[in-house]
């Protein structure tokens, strides 16, 4: 399973026409795409997507739609797929479905058109997995949001474009409701400073992180950064 996807063979000229694949999870839901007339859908059965599925992808498409289940281990699958698409050269788009539903579902109960619909709402992948990563992030307490960060750090890394990481930096330094600077001791790259609390600056930036106050790095958080690749100075 982990080496092919179900219905690739008749979504190749769906592909052509459409200059994207849709990627669902179950062969019921490819079926029932293809019935309502979107010919360029094909599914992992069940499987998360790997780095196999990804080089056969890359033969046919350079644009995925990826549409997942709203519920928890349907997010846990996309925020997986992160890794996979970063360098890959594939960009990928993202779409959820209404709680309870699945692709078969949804076309059989609202039809063609509103599916077509969600599928106009999709977002980057990118932008889905740091929205799931920061939900609620007003509302975390001082560590939860230092996990956060351990969290979003190793995705941000992997961006080679400076000015799109830079665009990524400053939406993670708003959602968590923390001042953005202009000003990094080594790499010259803009970072965010949470305002953590008045004694207590960590300052975000790649390639290295800098804690003015170690003391306050908890939970064994540094060892966690310089394992993620982010050396600590502090």
């Not at 997942?68 to 779409?95: C, E, I, K, N, Y």
């Not at 063609?112 to 307490?141: E, H, P």
């Not at 960060?149 to 990481?165: D, Q």
């Not at 790499?187 to 003391?215: D, N, R, T, Y």
Request: hydrophobic share 45%.
């Amino acid at each position: 399973k982990g080496h092919h996807l179900f219905g690739l063979d008749r979504a190749r000229s769906g592909v052509t026409q459409t200059g994207n694949l849709m990627i669902v999870e179950g062969y019921l839901d490819t079926l029932a795409a293809h019935q309502a007339g979107f010919q360029n859908v094909a599914a992992t059965l069940g499987t998360a997507l790997t780095l196999e599925h990804l080089h056969l992808i890359r033969r046919f498409a350079r644009n995925v739609i990826l549409v997942f289940d709203p519920d928890l281990a349907g997010v846990r699958a996309a925020l997986r797929t992160v890794d996979l698409f970063m360098s890959s050269g594939v960009h990928a788009q993202v779409v959820t479905l209404p709680q309870g539903e699945d692709p078969d579902s949804f076309i059989k109960n609202h039809g063609s058109a509103a599916f077509q619909d969600l599928l106009s709402k999709s977002v980057g992948l990118l932008d889905f997995a740091l929205q799931q990563i920061v939900s609620n992030a007003s509302k975390k307490t001082i560590e939860e949001k230092l996990r956060i960060v351990e969290e979003v750090l190793p995705i941000l890394a992997k961006i080679p474009n400076h000015v799109e990481r830079s665009h990524y930096l400053k939406w993670v330094a708003d959602q968590l409701g923390v001042q953005e600077v202009h000003d990094c001791d080594n790499a010259g790259l803009p970072a965010v400073v949470p305002q953590l609390f008045e004694s207590v600056h960590v300052c975000l930036c790649i390639p290295a992180l800098h804690v003015e106050k170690p003391e306050h790095c908890q939970f064994g958080m540094q060892q966690s950064f310089e394992d993620a690749g982010f050396p600590v100075n502090v």
